[in-house]
């Protein structure tokens, strides 16, 4: 009733007729006629009665009442029905992306980086790219890099007991949008490239999105221990913002900031193969 009363006649195309209206709003008469439903029908809507609902209906109440993405979805559960999958509001876009590189940029000294639903890099820092090796000339897809990426793999300590709970993940995702040609393109190019990856794909494995711990050989400094962390972002549902925690092992912090300084990127301009 609430967002009824919002919408005036002239927003949703009705003429107001001139006369003074003692309903704020459209009327359930008009929200039912927009929506291609019984008036009856939307009363008991309104009311919360036991109806049956649909989703295309639900969707013609949403577009009617002009409903944001997170109103609509708030529509189906309070219909008792799954929600459906998050949308980025398109006023969102821009200003959450100048938002997030100022959040990885103020994890420097650490390193962090945001990917897309697809896991395609979209943002970095410095240390994402001094210490994880993400840079201009590979796929920058970070799933497809973790097989292919000859230099990331020199590195990755840890790659082989994570190997698995990538790829788990990663069809997790998957499962959310089956018939995504996206995810179905990232497959067929990961199978192609790496046969590690065919095999632990056969397995089906199937893991959320949480915590890893990583173990990185750094060419200048040596051993390094992260915590890396998976964050979904509802305002954004199509990226994620994996943020690498040092760990109280091999002297990470002290290292990460050594390699953030002016000395440390002399340092690191010339690092031994690998």
């Known amino acids: 009733m609430s967002r009824r009363a919002r919408?005036?006649?002239?927003?949703?195309?009705?003429?107001?007729?001139?006369?003074?209206?003692?309903?704020?709003?459209?009327?359930?008469?008009?929200?039912?006629?927009?929506?291609?439903?019984?008036?009856?029908?939307?009363?008991?809507?309104?009311?919360?009665?036991?109806?049956?609902?649909?989703?295309?209906?639900?969707?013609?109440?949403?577009?009617?009442?002009?409903?944001?993405?997170?109103?609509?979805?708030?529509?189906?559960?309070?219909?008792?029905?799954?929600?459906?999958?998050?949308?980025?509001?398109?006023?969102?876009?821009?200003?959450?992306?100048?938002?997030?590189?100022r959040l990885i940029d103020a994890w420097m000294p650490y390193p962090a980086h945001i990917m897309d639903s697809y896991y395609n890099c979209v943002l970095y820092n410095d240390a994402a790219a001094s210490v994880l090796g993400m840079r201009p000339g590979i796929t920058q897809n970070c799933i497809i890099d973790f097989f292919t990426d000859p230099m990331y793999r020199s590195r990755a300590l840890s790659w082989e007991r994570n190997a698995r709970t990538v790829v788990a993940q990663f069809r997790a995702a998957c499962l959310a949008s089956p018939d995504d040609e996206g995810f179905q393109e990232v497959v067929a190019e990961l199978k192609a490239a790496s046969a590690e990856f065919a095999e632990l794909w056969e397995r089906r494995d199937i893991e959320e999105a949480g915590q890893i711990r990583k173990e990185m050989d750094h060419p200048v400094v040596g051993l390094l221990c992260f915590e890396s962390s998976v964050m979904k972002l509802p305002a954004r549902p199509d990226l994620a913002v994996v943020l690498h925690t040092p760990l109280n092992e091999a002297d990470t912090a002290a290292k990460l900031e050594w390699l953030a300084s002016p000395e440390g990127r002399r340092g690191a301009m010339y690092p031994v193969a690998g």
């Open 7 to 101: 919408v005036s006649p002239a927003e949703a195309g009705l003429p107001d007729g001139g006369a003074r209206r003692r309903t704020p709003g459209l009327r359930r008469e008009e929200v039912a006629v927009l929506a291609g439903v019984g008036a009856s029908w939307y009363q008991w809507l309104e009311q919360g009665r036991d109806i049956s609902v649909s989703p295309q209906v639900l969707d013609s109440v949403a577009r009617v009442l002009r409903l944001n993405n997170a109103e609509r979805r708030h529509l189906y559960v309070l219909a008792g029905m799954n929600p459906p999958v998050p949308e980025v509001e398109p006023d969102k876009q821009r200003d959450m992306c100048e938002g997030l590189r």
